[in-house]
């Protein structure tokens, strides 16, 4: 069973920084793409970032463009997103998100999510 546990949300103040952790198991790690969803109240679900299976590729939203890096350390089945220069708009629920091929809106694999709360 595949199992996708986020970690390390919380509240911090404008301009500050969190890094997520998601703690993955019950598939290859090291052979899927992972990355990271957001979803505030009364919004849909946005695309973050993800990362290919090796780590040589990443891709981003334009929204945070500059301030958020994914990666991940396979021996250990863990993806992270560093978040740096937060913003009140980046408030949401962030989710970690698991695609044998690549990350999409489909992707069949989720977590339960971890809570990013930015204060001005």
């Known amino acids: 069973q595949v199992t996708l546990v986020e970690s390390g949300g919380g509240l911090v103040q404008a301009g500050g920084s969190l890094r997520l952790s998601c703690a993955a198991s019950?598939?290859?790690?090291?052979?899927?793409?992972m990355g990271w969803f957001r979803q505030a109240p009364g919004n849909e679900r946005e695309f973050v970032a993800s990362i290919t299976w090796d780590g040589g590729t990443t891709y981003s939203t334009d929204s945070v463009k500059g301030r958020f890096t994914i990666s991940r350390e396979n021996p250990k089945n863990t993806v992270h997103l560093q978040m740096n220069s937060l913003k009140p708009e980046d408030t949401a629920v962030y989710y970690c998100?698991?695609?044998?091929?690549?990350?999409?809106?489909?992707?069949?694999?989720w977590g339960q999510g971890t809570q990013v709360t930015v204060s001005s």
């Open positions: 019950g598939f290859t790690f090291s052979r899927y793409a």
């Open positions: 998100a698991a695609d044998p091929k690549r990350i999409t809106r489909a992707t069949p694999y």
